[in-house]
T-cell receptor, first 115, second 111 residues
């Protein structure tokens, strides 16, 4: 069993839809949770960064972490064709009080937003 | 403010050869991590450098080695290349106050 599970999709939605992306994990030591967006043949771009449980909102993006269920989500409101990309969840146990440890990634979910 | 930069962007090697990839971290970052991303997969952690020493290592053979310089830049070396080493190699930099930011990657093809 992988430490981090993510449905690879692909996921196809119409423009303006609300998108929900999810990951589950097995390691209860994970404290830091990230979502990266990766366009084809490019490096991952940090979207959201959350420490421990709770919600975080940034514009059209909302990240949720439920440590009791070992489940994290990314919601995209009013999705746009430019949101079409692969979304990677990543998590880390951290090193002491800072997030400098290795990241464990999900497989990535490919999202297509159709005009 | 330049982000993480990597060179070269692409390269092609043959089996058995050796390759060196380079990374310059984001300004203010002192930690560099390397990841390998196979097609259709998430990145896999290779190792991390801090204060010019390897701090953590993933499940990669000794053919994979690295170095960090006093200016925090880093190199990844892969010896005795195998076909399975073909992948996108990503460098990420971080600090105690910032999480990991990735560079554009180096795409390696081994023939």
């Amino acid at each position: 069993q992988k430490e981090v599970e993510q449905d690879p999709g692909p996921l196809s939605v119409p423009e303006g839809a609300i998108v929900s992306l999810n990951c589950t994990y097995s390691n209860s030591a994970f404290q830091y949770f990230m979502w990266y967006r990766q366009y084809s043949r490019k490096g991952p771009e940090l979207l959201m960064y959350t420490y421990s449980s709770g919600n975080k909102e940034d514009g059209r993006f909302t990240a949720q972490v439920d440590k009791s269920s070992k489940y994290i989500s990314l919601f995209i409101r009013d999705s746009q064709p430019s949101d079409s990309a692969t979304y990677l969840c990543a998590m880390s146990a951290g090193e002491g009080s800072s997030n400098t440890g290795k990241l464990i990634f999900g497989q990535g979910t490919t999202l297509q937003v159709k005009p | 403010d330049a982000g993480v930069t990597q060179s070269p962007t692409h390269l092609i090697k043959t089996r058995g050869q050796q390759v060196t990839l380079r990374c310059s971290p984001k300004s203010g970052h002192d930690t560099v991590s390397w990841y390998q991303q196979a097609l259709g997969q998430g990145p896999q952690f290779i190792f991390q450098y801090y204060e010019e020493e390897e701090r953590q290592r993933g499940n990669f053979p000794d053919r994979f080695s690295g170095h960090q310089f006093p200016n925090y830049s880093s190199e990844l070396n892969v010896n005795a290349l195998l076909l399975g080493d073909s992948a996108l190699y990503l460098c990420a930099s971080s600090s105690t106050s910032e999480t990991q930011y990735f560079g554009p990657g180096t795409r390696l093809l081994v023939l």
